[in-house]
């Protein structure tokens, strides 16, 4: 820990806790602009490592390789995606490969490169919980307390499974995120994969391979009508942008919570090529290998009760469009169930100070909290505010504005000049509480006239 030199310990001016691509994001804009700036983000891993369990082989990253940690807010950065191929001396190669999209594997590499230049990055310290003490904050660590003036929360999310499924967690029943960290061999078994999400489709995709540890049986759930395709199209993208974040955080709660179900596809859906490779292997399992037992697609089925059974588990499902009742049994079950929002656990001892809107977050422009503190102590939050500021909250698309943001705010001045109009849609004004149009005439709309 550094300290002054009467032994007390220097105060921070921003600590971070967790050290995903989003706080790894605002470190790398941090540092070469700010070099004066204390900041520190502690992590409890030993070394970073992203989304680890959902390395499948043939994963790829649903965003352009130019919405890395810093491109969009400084395209001049040392730690961009394209400085990364050009340092690992492989950026023609890339180039000619004609890559559709980026695979997980190199951006993780590509975030592991950025994190091993940056000294504000401090692993193997788990933060205990954020206090407020005084006029400052007081982040205890397994490392010892560091006072900071203010703190940024980039923990990410956590896992979800459906309830029925919690009293059976073990070696043959788990979530997606931890497919990779197991060495399972699934010849001649079941397996069941629960979620219609590109996670699903990844999974299932290399549980459909032809090797000699694959399923004897995959059997593929969704909630979904159908296993459907993200919607990446370009007017889709513009609710990825800087613009319509802004114009979302405006607009009533109420319609907040009604755009985020319309826009789901835009970023809970299955890659186009993804959905071709899956139909095109079962095409090659059906009628080249002639096996048709093989695999069960499932859409439009809720799993709503889990039980062990003598031959496996035994999966209860309700058909979304009829209510009948089915029931399929597996010798492995996999939840690519996503994951949800709680309330930060290092937060609690300051729940009672921060303003909440039915269980979620008030966030303001700057990405910090609503709470009862100074004005000058800020509690910034990354990926912890979809319910204020749109889907493209939890996604990679915003990661380099958003830091750029905070960074703005934490100095009260310009340091990036990420903001001004470049969308293609003027998403329109936001009618404020009680307000009647007035149009040409005089008369305003709603009037009577005679």
């Known amino acids: ?43 409890m891993r030993s070394e970073f490592s992203w989304h680890p369990g959902l390395m499948l082989p043939d994963a790829t990253i649903n965003v352009s390789f130019l919405k890395d ?6 395209p001049t950065s040392r730690y961009s995606f394209l400085c990364f191929l050009h340092c690992q001396r492989d950026i023609y190669s890339f180039i000619n490969a004609d890559f559709d999209s980026v695979s997980r594997r190199e951006f993780n590499e590509y975030l592991r490169w950025a994190c091993e230049q940056l000294d504000s990055v401090q692993f193997d310290t788990e933060v205990n919980e954020v206090d407020f003490v005084d006029d400052r904050f007081l982040v205890r660590t397994s490392a010892g307390d560091y006072p900071a003036r203010n703190v940024v929360l980039g923990m990410g999310l956590g896992r979800y499974v459906p309830e029925c499924v919690i009293p059976h967690l073990g070696d043959r ?12 061999d699934f010849s001649g078994k079941r397996v069941a994969v629960v979620g219609g999400g590109q996670t699903g489709a990844e999974l299932v995709l290399s549980l459909l391979g032809d090797s000699d540890q694959s399923p004897k049986q995959v059997i593929w759930i969704s909630r979904r009508a159908n296993f459907a395709p993200l919607d990446d199209s370009a007017f889709a993208n513009e609710l990825y942008t800087p613009e319509y974040s802004d114009h979302f955080g405006q607009l009533p709660f109420e319609v907040r919570q009604s755009l985020l179900t319309e826009q789901k596809m835009t970023s809970d859906g299955i890659n186009m090529s993804l959905l071709k490779r899956i139909y095109q ?7 080249l290998e002639k096996a048709t037992d093989r695999w069960r697609l499932c859409p439009a089925r809720e799993l709503i009760e889990l039980e062990q059974g003598p031959e496996g588990y035994v999966l209860s499902m309700r058909q979304r469009h009829s209510d009948a009742y089915e029931l399929e049994v597996a010798d492995y079950v996999i939840c690519c169930t996503g994951f949800s929002r709680a309330f930060p656990r290092v937060l609690e001892p300051l729940r009672g100070r921060i303003d909440l809107e039915e269980d979620e977050f008030v966030v303001a422009d700057d990405y910090s909290l609503r709470w009862d503190g100074p004005d000058d102590a800020r509690i910034y939050v990354q990926n912890a505010a979809r319910a204020a500021r749109g889907v493209a909250d939890p996604n990679l698309s915003l990661n380099a504005w958003r830091a750029a943001r905070i960074i703005n705010s934490l100095h009260g001045t310009t340091v990036y000049d990420v903001d001004g109009s470049s ?5 329109g004004p936001v009618k404020p509480e009680g307000y009647r149009r007035q149009i040409p005439g005089g008369r305003k709309a709603g009037a009577r006239t005679s």
């Open 69 to 74: 940690l810093v491109t969009l807010a400084d």
């Open 173 to 184: 029943v788990y979530h997606a995120a931890e497919h990779t960290l197991r060495q399972h």
């Open 423 to 427: 969308s293609m849609v003027d998403w």
């Open 1 to 43: 820990m550094s300290t002054s030199s009467n032994g007390t310990p220097h105060v921070l001016d921003l600590a971070g806790i967790g050290i995903g691509p989003a706080n790894l994001s605002l470190a790398a804009l941090l540092q070469p602009c700010c070099p004066n700036t204390r900041a520190r983000f502690f992590d």
């Open 281 to 287: 292997r079962l095409y090659e399992i059906r009628y």
